[in-house]
């Protein structure tokens, strides 16, 4: 059984950086996207980032520049290292796993999704 679990939420000022964890476990795919997401009160869920099984990696407008997706396999852990953070990136974050390795960033298109961290940013 395939399972995501984030952490590294909380609570920041505007312009501070944070660091979020997804531990993956019980996927044996040789193909797969592992991607960012976050839905904020109110708004529908948003594709934020996604690094392909080759390590490619895609960025939403929205956070390019700003954010980094990078893993560490032999934890199997993917990151999310969030930087300059503002008030409009207030949203619960959740990672999310595909079994092919097309990049996307359509939340329709993922199969197994964590439980999601509440990130909050402070102005």
């Known amino acids: 059984e395939v399972q995501l679990v984030e952490s590294g939420g909380g609570l920041v000022q505007a312009g501070r950086s944070l660091r979020l964890s997804c531990v993956a476990s019980?996927?044996?795919?040789?193909?797969?996207?592992v991607g960012w997401f976050r839905q904020a009160p109110g708004k529908e869920r948003e594709g934020i980032s996604c690094?392909?099984?080759?390590?490619?990696?895609y960025y939403a407008d929205s956070v390019k520049g700003r954010f980094r997706i990078f893993s560490d396999w032999a934890k199997n852990t993917v990151y999310l290292q969030m930087n300059s953070l503002k008030p409009e990136d207030t949203a619960v974050y959740y990672c999310?796993?595909?079994?092919?390795?097309?990049?996307?960033?359509?939340?329709?298109?993922?199969?197994?999704w964590g439980q999601g961290t509440q990130v909050t940013v402070s102005s």
């Open positions: 999310a796993l595909k079994s092919t390795d097309s990049s996307s960033l359509d939340p329709s298109e993922y199969d197994y």
């Open positions: 019980g996927f044996f795919f040789d193909d797969y996207s």
């Open positions: 690094m392909v099984s080759d390590g490619s990696t």
